[in-house]
């Protein structure tokens, strides 16, 4: 989702689409995309194979 710099937060979530599943009500901090990788990075995702990570704060909805 593009927009101008300064657009407010409640504008951007109104744009997010009809079916989005239940969001966070906030943009995803760097920090969480961090510790995603970092995980998937570490010993601990081994067993993680063909997987999709979305780190959206629930904007896509999956089944």
Do not use: K
Not at 13 to 30: E, M, S
Not at 39 to 45: D, R
């Amino acid at each position: 989702m593009a927009a101008s710099p300064g657009t407010p937060l409640d504008e951007l979530l109104a744009q997010l689409p009809a079916n989005a599943g239940p969001t966070t009500g906030r943009p995803v901090d760097p920090a969480e995309v961090a510790a995603l990788v970092a995980f998937l990075a570490s010993p601990h995702a081994t067993s993680t194979a063909g997987a999709d990570q979305l780190v959206d704060g629930g904007a896509v909805q999956t089944a």
